[in-house]
Every structure is written in structure tokens, then in C-alpha cells.
């Protein structure tokens, strides 16, 4: 039977580890949002970059399958499985530290990656249909046009037309090209970095949380670990 102390560790460790399974949780739902409603902008941004929603929601499921060892060992006094989740959590929580410090030294050269992506896609724009889709989302949707503005389609067009997405009026004469007079003015680039710093922003911020749970779970565990050592040595 499990003294005071101890049934007061073994239940906030049982607590932690419900609040660390919510945590993986969200960091599951987090990703798989970004992957389904942003993934038309990964033409835009290097293939190593947008695999983070990826690595998120197979990071949330790893930490899921972690919280049961966790409720598991805590619930039935088992040192082997306490010991078992806190190693697991103790490697993810600095796998987690390791993807935050890459994505924060990617996120210093994004804009010069990011530009290079525009100017690839949009040299394709005429032979690749995946490119089309993608220009005519990206432009519709920020109200944008071009990389830093609509003179950027001038090499692929050479008749002074634009994608149609570039027009902020929809013009109802077939017949006439979406012009530089009904353009949108802003380029595309700014307006989607910056709509990424916001996201960016928000996911650092979820991130943080979960560290900082994950930290104080690990934290009790090595408690509870060491309070049931003793108890089994006291018997």
C-alpha cells in the first residue's frame, strides 16, 4: 500500500500525464490543420520546410502511445513503465527542442528559399498544370500578384495579360485579359511570409506549452520512480 506522499506523486504524475497526452493531442490536430488547409502553399515553400505539419502529427501520436505507459505505470506502481515513459519523454522533449532550433535557423534564410520557389513555379507556369492551381490559389486567395508585383509575369506572357487570379474585379467579357489596370499591386512574397510568421507565431507559442508540461511530467515521473524504488526496498 502506498504511503500518503506517495499516492499524492502517483496521482499528479497520472494528472500530468492526461494533461501531457492533450498536449500530443493538439499537437496532432495542429499539424494534420496545417497539412490540410495550407498544403496548396508547399509549391511555395522547400519540400524539408513543409514536412513540419508531417513530423508534428506523428510527434502528437508518439506522445499518445507515451502518456499510456505514463497512466499505465503510475496507476499500477510499475517502476519499469514509469521508467520506460520518462526515458521516451525525456527523447522527445529534445527532439522537440532540436525541430524548434531548426526551424528557427530556417525560418532566418525562408525568404531567399521562398523566392526561389516563386521563380521556379512561376517559370513553369505554362507547362505544369500543379503550378497553374497553385499561382491562381496563392493570388486569389492573399489578393496578390506576381512575387513582388504583376511585372513579374511579363517574361511568360510578353502581351501585357496576367493570370486571371491577378484582377481584383472578375471581368465578364471573355474576351478581354486580366490587365495591369485591374491588378492586384502587391506581390505575393510578403504577403505569404508574413501570413506564415503569423502561423508560425502560434505554433511556437503551442509548442512552448507542451515543453513546459512535458518538463514537469518528466519531473514527477523521476519522483515516482524513485518513491516506488524505495518502497519495494522498504518491503
Request: aromatic content about 12%; overall charge negative; hydrophobic content about 50%.
Amino acid at each position: 500500500m502506498a504511503s500518503g506522499g506517495l499516492t499524492c506523486v502517483k496521482f499528479i504524475t497520472f494528472f500530468c500525464n492526461l494533461l501531457f497526452a492533450l498536449s500530443g493531442l493538439l499537437i496532432l490536430i495542429v499539424g494534420a490543420m496545417v497539412q490540410l488547409n495550407y498544403a496548396h502553399y508547399s509549391n511555395f515553400v522547400s519540400d524539408h520546410i513543409w514536412t513540419v505539419p508531417i513530423i508534428l502529427i506523428i510527434v502528437g501520436a508518439i506522445i499518445a502511445f507515451i502518456c499510456f505507459l505514463g497512466c499505465c505505470g503510475a496507476l499500477k506502481e510499475n517502476s519499469c513503465m514509469i521508467l520506460s515513459f520518462a526515458i521516451l519523454a525525456v527523447i522527445i522533449f529534445f527532439f522537440e527542442i532540436g525541430l524548434g532550433v531548426a526551424g528557427y535557423l530556417k525560418h532566418a534564410a525562408l525568404s531567399e528559399i521562398m523566392e526561389g520557389q516563386f521563380n521556379s513555379t512561376m517559370k513553369e507556369y505554362n507547362e505544369r498544370k500543379e503550378n497553374r492551381d497553385a499561382w491562381s490559389l496563392l493570388q486569389s486567395e492573399m489578393d496578390c500578384c506576381g512575387t513582388f508585383g504583376p511585372k513579374d509575369w511579363e517574361p511568360i506572357f510578353h502581351n501585357n495579360s496576367l493570370p486571371p487570379a491577378c484582377c481584383t474585379i472578375i471581368n465578364l467579357n471573355e474576351a478581354q485579359d486580366c490587365t495591369v489596370v485591374h491588378a492586384h499591386t502587391e506581390g505575393c512574397l510578403n504577403k505569404l511570409l508574413t501570413f506564415l510568421d503569423s502561423k508560425t507565431l502560434t505554433l511556437a507559442g503551442v509548442v512552448l506549452g507542451v515543453a513546459g508540461i512535458q518538463l514537469l511530467t518528466i519531473l514527477f515521473a523521476c519522483c515516482l520512480f524513485r518513491s516506488f524504488r524505495r518502497s519495494y526496498r522498504a518491503v
